[in-house]
């Protein structure tokens, strides 16, 4: 049987969940500043290579620490700004941040809700979600990628003993970098 990977090219999408995915999740808190935000090992490495291989690489993200007054957005947006430029100076790149700082889980941009992969499509026209993956640590990013039509990677950075029979993933990698190595 062939490999996900395998029918992968330039022409592809790459959703990335953050927390637990490119960053070390804090267990039951929130990333609120840049100083407490660490890259999960070998983040770098594997956007370097995703870069040589997606068109468009995403990060879709649920913030609701800004609604609850935890994280201030000028925080956030520091976040992301600092770990975009870490990212491209290892010669790895994120085309575009898509968060969603909502309270309420049923809110249409908040995951596992299609709002921000449609916001996506919209800004990146060119987008087709059948030839896209979404790599995340939780459910509800393969529930959001399922709601797409995207391929879903689950990442057992955060919960190592999910069922991987589960409808709603299509591979299991241990980290980002592995998955990046199998492409």
Known sequence: MAKISD?????????LDRDGVINIERHLKYINHWDEFIFHEGVKEALRIFAARFKYILVITNQRGVSKGLTRLEDLHIIHHNMVAEIKMAGGRIDKIYFCTDMEQNSFNRKPNPGMGLQAKHDFETIDFSKSMMVGDKLSDMEFGRNL?????????????????????DAVYNSLLDFARDL
Request: hydrophobic share 35%; net charge negative; glycine share 4%.
């Open 7 to 15: 029918t992968v090219d330039n022409t592809w999408t790459l959703f």
């Open 149 to 169: 039509g995207c391929t879903t990677i689950f990442l057992s950075t955060t919960d190592p003993n999910i069922d991987q029979a589960d409808n709603r993933i």
